[in-house]
């Protein structure tokens, strides 16, 4: 999937979980914003990063499809490229938590890797409800750099 802006090195076992947490990076690495709204639940909750930050003061999360609509405007569309590096992959019950980088280049070529946790919750119907990103701010800005 590198071409896609995914590099997967975790184990791709069939789970419905895993498979949400794939379509998602993939839909936002191709910047294909109706089929990743697709894949969430009406009642979903985003949190990138968890608890206060930029994209959420309140560190409330962004609830329902207009709150993950509205961090894809503040978070994914302001960005050039956003590129996954996914190094492990672990599937339990009706949750996923993969570990890895992201790498996001802005229009002015600054480029900025977030290393963390990444979980995802799906319901039965295979739709994610719970998005949570565990990133550090401080961390990720100190890698800043120009392309």
Request: charged letters at 25%.
């Amino acid at each position: 999937m590198s071409d896609t802006g995914v590099h997967w090195k975790a184990s791709r076992e069939p789970h419905p979980a895993r498979d949400a947490a794939l379509a998602s990076i993939s839909a936002v690495a191709r910047r294909e914003k109706d089929e990743w709204l697709a894949l969430f639940a009406e009642d979903a909750v985003l949190e990138d990063p968890v608890g206060p930050s930029l994209f959420d003061p309140e560190g409330k999360g962004h609830r329902g499809i207009e709150g993950v609509l509205g961090f894809w405007d503040i978070a994914i569309a302001k960005s050039e490229r956003i590129e996954f590096f996914i190094e492990d992959s672990f599937a339990c019950g009706n949750e996923v938590a993969n570990t890895g980088t992201i790498t996001t280049t802005m229009p002015d070529g600054s480029v900025m890797d977030a290393e963390g946790v990444f979980s995802y919750r799906v319901n039965d119907a295979g739709k994610i409800v719970a998005l949570r990103a565990f990133w550090e701010f401080d961390r990720a800005v100190a890698t800043l750099r120009q392309s």
